[in-house]
């Protein structure tokens, strides 16, 4: 576990907030108490903490911030999907996405800037890598939000978290963590452990530190039916394959009641969205207690992949739903704010510079 030094108390979770106010000579309880404050209130002004001696908001505004990102802008779809974009330093800004539907409202929310992963038809990995955020960057993400949609006291509230917005939250774990321990807290955001998912590309060694961790629900970017063709789309399967990611999605669903994962499967035109793929998916899957969702692929501008039809789409579900597997297909929400799923591109200066070589590979693959 990275420890990091810090004084924006979003960064800490309950935990960390007991520490930190037992060092101040104080009890345990105070630190529910500002999370109420924080995260119930939406209040950032310590002086505004009425509960705690003036001495006590002296101190936590000397030595403590609760530092927030700026929101450079907000677009809303015509379809109701909200993208927010949010500056974390002088060279980076994130984007975060609400999509309301009719039962639920869903937060995609962000853990990189950018993503290391390199798949080649997601608009996030195009762009390249630059730094992991921080818990308090990633919990700002839902207060901002939040507090934005005014989730407590209108209809747009947020039902559900999905980290699946920018970069592979698996890959910076140690702050993907308390962020996780926030949102389910009762004296944070408040979210039932199953309306909170975490969506990985495969990173096996850390979705069994997850499955110890904490109790949320998981999700995996599949994509292919095997390794050839996952290795091409999803170049993280070189390191784990197929077989070592689906040994840890057992493991994480063992002596779990009615615990189910979610398998993505972006569905690219003539890459892997044919009858034969799908019949080979199923197969692939038996073994694992799981339901299927399709993506249809979302362009964005430099990809060569094209999205698949809606006859192939169809078909594809048929045949997943005929071998009893729950399967959905995702609406494309947003896309005219381009917010929609792999479309996510934030505004970052990129270290890795990689996107010739990745619409290089995409050519490839087609």
């Given amino acids: 576990m ?67 990102p700026e929101v450079i802008s907000q677009q809303e779809s015509e379809d109701g999907t909200v993208k927010w974009l949010l500056q974390v330093d002088e060279q980076n800004a994130v984007e975060v996405v609400y999509i309301p539907e009719a039962t639920r409202g869903t937060l995609c929310v962000s853990s990189q800037v950018g993503c290391s992963l390199n798949c080649t038809f997601c608009a996030t990995g195009a762009q390249g890598f630059n730094r992991h955020l921080s818990t308090a960057e990633i919990v700002a993400q839902v207060w901002v939000a939040a507090k934005m949609l005014g989730h407590t006291r209108t209809e747009r509230k947020i039902t559900n978290i999905v980290m699946m917005g920018m970069g592979e939250p698996l890959a910076n774990y140690d702050r993907v963590l308390p962020a996780l321990n926030i949102m389910r807290d009762d004296f944070g955001f408040g979210f039932a452990n199953r309306r909170v998912t975490v969506s990985t590309s495969g990173l096996v060694n850390k979705i069994d530190q997850l499955n110890a961790d904490a109790d949320v629900a998981l999700a995996i970017s599949l994509h292919a039916p095997n390794d050839a063709l ?66 249809p692929f979302n362009p964005f501008p430099g990809n060569a992949f094209k999205r698949s039809t809606a006859v192939a789409v169809e078909q594809f579900k048929q045949i997943c739903q005929a071998s009893q597997y729950i399967t959905t297909v995702r609406k494309t929400r947003g896309d005219d704010i381009a917010a929609a799923c792999g ?10 510079r990689r996107s010739a070589s990745i619409r290089q590979l995409q050519l490839e693959v087609v």
């Fill in 343 to 352: 479309q996510l591109a934030g505004d970052f200066m990129d270290r890795t």
């Fill in 230 to 295: 996952r290795d091409t789309l999803v170049p993280l399967n070189k390191k784990y394959n197929i077989k070592q990611l689906l040994d840890a999605c057992k493991r994480f669903v063992k002596d779990k009641k009615k615990s189910r994962i979610t398998f993505e499967y972006t569905l690219i035109r003539d890459v892997n969205d044919r009858p034969e793929h799908a019949r080979e998916l199923v197969r692939l899957l038996s073994h694992v207690p799981c339901k299927i969702n399709l993506i």
């Fill in 2 to 68: 990275i420890v990091e030094r810090t004084n924006n108390l979003f960064d800490m979770d309950r935990a960390a907030l007991e520490q930190l106010f037992v060092r101040m000579g104080e009890k345990k309880f105070r630190a529910s108490q500002l999370m109420k404050w924080i995260y119930h209130s939406y209040e950032t002004d310590f002086s505004q903490f009425n509960n705690f001696s003036l001495k006590m908001r002296s101190e936590l505004a000397e030595q403590f911030t609760l530092e927030l």
